[in-house]
RNA sequence: GCCACCCUAGCUCAGUGGUAGAGCAAUGCUUUCGUAAAGCAUAGGUCGUGGGUUCGAGUCCCAUGGGUGGCUCCA
């Protein structure tokens, strides 16, 4: 006699147990038509499921009670399109081996070894659409059938795949009792896939599709092991939503800082000059110098101290710091002398020889900085220190060099060379904790100065399973602790990561999301007790010993120019004002006001503003237009009554029409103030508010 | 690095083996204008690069560079 929890509180109790779609017909026609599965304790499962006990019982539909599609229902019929799809696939391709199909948060994807030459091309999308829409049209139940382990795994045996066996495998070893299959239609006679479920009632409850692209992945996401073939596509439960779906990833492919950074030319990457190596052109230049000088002022008001650096170092450097040993790979090749590669050519050095050489210390040459630590360590390590004299705190603007994947690089998200806000901080190990915290308020104040919150936190610890991290396991303790205490110090939900660390120390990272979806981290501080111990740094203490000195790195921008790719899209690049490589442009009505546009625009200069004028050939309204375009914070109008006036006309980015006129004087102590104040004062708040409506 | 797709004028794009096109931008002229595109004219391309097939290649094939989306990697 089970009794049945609804989500409004109410129950319902039952003389023998009932299915899911059984009480969802028991509370209307309606419901059990929408229904496509059920939530059951919170465990999202199949309508079919019959409820043999008491629960807590929510029938899933297409959507929520606030009209937006349903995320469980977006699931269920996403993972059910993932197999009709798989269906499809096998059918007009005969021979795949299916692996894995799972749904995800914007849509699903099935990964597949087809055999060699045989996998399709983003042409047979439309034939397998339409079979696709043939299997839905069909409208066949998705039927399950529990096996027991013994049996299950006999059957898939004698099937052979290698894929499903290791799925079923994982299934038996994270706890199944049963291996699951879902037939299409009829067992036996139609189409069937090893899946956990659940799915949708029929194949007919999906109701928009699209496959959207294939690419290659690897089994398990193993390098080492098979190279499969990944078809993505979505699924909606209207044909309406799949559109709204497509056109908002239109739109927010227009915010891609890709696309404005051409339209507004802030950047340029040449191919002349080579992937992945940032050409900052002057209007994106001004958007980075404005953020450096913001995070300078903040350092000077923390103790930090500026540094130069040159952007290589001796080969010897990088063996001693662990860079070159542990990111040998991912670094631009070493750089050997004129002399030195004469005397290895005379001697008939292979190439294959020359790497062994350099590894081993027995060829020295340069290196590309890959990191700025070592230099700044050398700097600390150049005098002598008290424990009085700590934390010594070095910053630079300090670009570096990675020999990043040719596949991997992208406008300035992922790049080769970068130039990142670092800092080393040395620290008694008593200071640790406060400095941390110095450090996160840097981030903190940067990602609130630009309104940035939509991040998350995370906290990387190292993977005690892996022999990537060097160190001694005490210290490296004592330094996840510091970590995890810092960042609950932020007040903000962090997530712990194993694995996640760098090889010297774990670290507190921000992580942003750009337009597409994907996931970049920003910000980080880490903390290092092995560095110090591998240059042996050391000072000298209250007791005249030397003691050595803990490192904390920061980067709370992480890097120039991956903040502002971010940066670009979240302002989808309509910057502040004191951001704009433009801030102010004056258009004079016509010639008859140039004379006293140029006035302005050499008072708007001389207030320290970047101002540019537009006197060109063209109607006004053509050159607002433009300026819109360009996303200038402010215009300044003029023409004969502005003159009399000794006034300016204003219109500010983002509002649809003219602000009204204001005293030349006024205008410029407003802008100057937003400027300065770095938007804590604006203009056009101020400008808006005098305005009756 | 792997898989798929893409590369035509400064930009966005059309061009399905038969004489390289449009819009915007640029330049010149006319217009001197009060808040999101005035009019006319001109100029601009060995179709990413190198091979090949063909009577003929922007179009088909091969290689190569670059880009985009994923995978892997990311100090």
Sequence with gaps: ??????????????????????????????????????????????????????????????????????????????HSCAHVMA?????????????????????????????????PSTDDFAALESEMAKIIAENRPFTRTDLPLDAGMEKLNREGSKFKIDNAQRARDGGSATLSWYTTGTPGSNWEDLCRGPHVPSTGRIGAFKI????????????????????????????????????????????????????????????????GLVLWTPRGAVVRQELQNFISDELRVQGYQQVFTPHIGKLDLYRTSGHFPYYKESQFAPIIDHDEMSKLAAEGCSCGELANR???????????????????????????????????????????YRWEQSGEIGGLTRVRGFTQDDAHLFVREDQVADELIGCLSLVKLIFGTLGMNDYRVRVGLRDPASDKYVG????????????????????????????????????????????????????????????????????IGADNKQHRPVMIHRAPFGSMERFVGVLIEHFAGAFPL????????????????????????????????RATIDSGN???????????????PYLAVVGPRDAEQRAV???????????????????????????????????????VRRQPS
């Excluded at 109607?619 to 360009?630: G, K, L």
Aim: proline share 5%.
């Design 1 to 78: 006699m089970p009794t049945i929890t609804l989500p409004d509180g109410s129950c319902r109790s039952y003389d023998s147990p009932p299915t899911a779609a059984q009480v969802a017909a028991d509370i209307g026609a309606g419901l059990a038509k929408a229904a496509l599965g059920a939530k059951i304790n919170g465990t999202l499962c199949d309508l079919s499921t019959r409820l043999e006990h008491d629960c807590a019982l929510a029938i899933v539909t297409a959507k929520s009670r606030d009209g937006q599609p349903d995320a469980d229902g977006l699931m269920l019929i996403r």
């Design 87 to 119: 269906e499809a696939i096998e059918r007009l391709f005969p021979g795949t081996a299916l692996v894995y199909g799972p749904a995800l948060e914007s849509g699903f994807y099935y990964d597949m070894a087809f055999p060699a030459g045989r996998a």
């Design 212 to 275: 959207t692209m294939l690419a290659s992945s690897y089994w398990k996401g193993d390098e080492s092991l098979d190279r499969l073939t990944r078809v993505y596509g979505t699924a909606f439960a209207t044909k309406a939503e799949l559109e709204a779906h497509l056109a908002q990833v239109e739109e927010a492919k227009k915010r891609d800082h890709r696309v404005l950074g051409k339209q507004l030319r802030l950047f340029h990457i040449d191919e002349m000059v080579g992937q």
């Design 358 to 400: 350099l590894g081993s210390g027995s060829v020295d040459g340069y290196l590309l900085k890959p990191m700025n630590c070592p230099h700044h360590i050398r700097i600390f390590a150049s005098e002598p220190h008290s424990y009085r004299d700590l934390p010594v705190r070095l910053a630079e603007f300090g670009t570096v």
């Design 472 to 539: 001694d396991p005490s210290n490296w303790d004592k330094a996840e602790e510091a970590c995890r205490n810092a960042a609950r110090s932020l007040g903000v939900p962090f997530s712990e990561e194993r694995g996640e660390a760098a090889f010297y120390g774990p670290k507190i990272d921000f992580v942003v999301r750009d337009v597409i979806g994907r996931s970049w981290q920003l910000g980080t501080v880490q903390v290092d007790y092995n560095l110090p111990v591998r240059f042996d740094l050391s000072y």
């Design 578 to 609: 004191w951001l704009a490589p433009e801030q102010v442009r004056v258009l004079p009505i016509s010639e008859k006001s140039a004379a006293y546009a140029d006035e302005v625009l050499a008072a708007l200069r001389s207030a320290g503003l």
């Design 618 to 632: 063209e109607r006004v309204q053509a050159r607002i237009r433009d300026a819109s375009e360009a996303k200038i």
């Design 649 to 687: 006309s204003i219109r500010a980015f983002g509002t649809d029409a003219n602000l009204g006129e204001l005293p030349l004087g006024e205008f410029l102590a407003g802008v100057t103030g937003e400027y300065t104040s770095r938007g804590h004062e604006s203009l056009k708040s101020k400008f």
